[in-house]
């Protein structure tokens, strides 16, 4: 019987810990290839099949690495109970199921968080507390990144190359913007303005976003720029809401990292595609 491909699942809460599981996610890829790593990405989670495609990833996975923040264990929920104490919780079921099929489980802690103790988490996932936890320390995020690599060659992991990878630093800290910079910022975006909703499936939780609705002068232009302005979307790994009726593409703008409020990457983002509407012939109106 073949010995399954090396795959390793990261497991992360968004708002404790997305940005730096993304740059892991990366790291990993950069070194053992895209094939070896599977993150639940913003583009996944909205799609119909975000579920199936969480469950044949967590199926393959040899090894699981849930990315441990300070607020990994007190994130609560609408109800203000903790998260990893509802049995529906998707990092609890991810653990028990890594527990349960006997893979391999490496913790990576972030910002001095430490291994929390057997009785913190809830007994179907207690068994978590005797893994080894792997720190990322700010001061030494290569370093440590290597330890994690070589732990991973160990598992079977094969590199793609024996040459030496630099990893840029990542950049962690994405936090709300505050009511001046959020003024400040939308009077630099003209069409631009800030908006409230109710979050989907969510009840009693609202979105704040950025909109703006961009008019073109013909459907062929909606829709060119629409293509035009993915492959920087994808670079930048910062997703819209948007939709297109006829000559008209509304956009919306907000960090799910941050429990879907405006950050400074929702700024840049919008700029991005001011500059891009006006590479484009005006409406006719």
Same mark, same amino acid.
């Given at each position: 019987?073949?010995?399954?491909?090396?795959?390793?699942?990261?497991?992360?809460?968004?708002?404790?810990?997305?940005?730096?599981?993304?740059?892991?996610?990366?790291?990993?890829? &950069?070194?053992?290839?895209?094939?070896?790593?599977?993150? $639940? @990405?913003?583009?996944?989670?909205?799609?119909?099949?975000?579920?199936?495609?969480?469950?044949?990833?967590?199926?393959?996975? @040899?090894?699981?690495?849930?990315?441990?923040?300070?607020?990994?264990?007190?994130?609560?929920?609408?109800?203000?109970?903790?998260?990893?104490?509802?049995?529906?919780?998707?990092?609890?079921?991810?653990?028990?199921?890594?527990?349960?099929?006997?893979?391999?489980?490496?913790?990576?802690?972030?910002?001095?968080?430490?291994?929390?103790?057997?009785?913190?988490?809830?007994?179907?996932?207690?068994?978590?507390?005797?893994?080894?936890?792997?720190?990322?320390?700010?001061? &030494?995020?290569?370093?440590?990144?290597? #330890?994690?690599?070589?732990?991973?060659?160990?598992?079977?992991?094969?590199?793609?190359?024996?040459?030496?990878?630099?990893?840029?630093?990542?950049?962690?800290?994405?936090?709300?913007? $505050?009511?001046?910079?959020?003024?400040?910022?939308?009077?630099?975006?003209?069409?631009?303005?800030? #908006? #409230?909703? $109710?979050?989907?499936?969510?009840?009693?939780?609202?979105?704040?976003?950025?909109?703006?609705?961009?008019?073109?002068?013909?459907?062929?232009?909606?829709?060119?720029?629409?293509?035009?302005? @993915?492959?920087?979307?994808?670079?930048?790994?910062?997703?819209?809401?948007?939709?297109?009726?006829?000559?008209?593409?509304?956009?919306?703008? @907000?960090?799910?990292?941050?429990?879907?409020?405006?950050?400074?990457?929702?700024?840049?983002?919008?700029?991005?595609?001011?500059?891009?509407?006006?590479?484009?012939?005006?409406?006719?109106?």
């Amino acid at each position: 019987m073949a010995s399954k491909e090396a795959l390793a699942f990261i497991s992360y809460r968004r708002v404790d810990s997305s940005a730096a599981s993304r740059w892991l996610s990366a790291s990993i890829a &950069r070194t053992f290839g895209a094939q070896s790593v599977f993150i $639940d @990405t913003g583009s996944i989670r909205i799609s119909n099949d975000w579920a199936d495609k969480i469950n044949q990833a967590l199926a393959s996975a @040899t090894l699981l690495i849930p990315v441990i923040g300070p607020t990994w264990l007190s994130t609560a929920d609408e109800n203000s109970r903790r998260r990893i104490d509802n049995k529906n919780d998707w990092v609890r079921n991810e653990i028990r199921h890594a527990i349960k099929s006997k893979i391999h489980i490496i913790p990576v802690l972030l910002s001095k968080t430490p291994m929390p103790t057997p009785d913190a988490f809830p007994e179907p996932i207690h068994e978590l507390a005797r893994f080894q936890g792997l720190e990322l320390r700010d001061e &030494r995020w290569e370093a440590d990144l290597q #330890v994690l690599l070589t732990q991973m060659e160990e598992l079977g992991f094969v590199r793609l190359s024996k040459d030496v990878i630099r990893y840029p630093t990542p950049a962690l800290k994405i936090r709300e913007l $505050d009511v001046i910079e959020l003024q400040d910022g939308l009077q630099h975006l003209p069409g631009w303005k800030s #908006v #409230v909703s $109710d979050l989907p499936n969510a009840a009693g939780r609202q979105r704040c976003e950025l909109h703006c609705n961009f008019e073109f002068a013909s459907f062929q232009d909606a829709m060119a720029f629409m293509w035009k302005a @993915t492959a920087e979307i994808e670079r930048r790994d910062h997703h819209p809401r948007w939709q297109n009726v006829w000559r008209t593409v509304s956009v919306w703008l @907000t960090t799910w990292d941050i429990e879907h409020k405006p950050s400074r990457l929702d700024l840049e983002l919008a700029a991005y595609l001011n500059e891009l509407r006006a590479q484009f012939p005006a409406s006719s109106g």
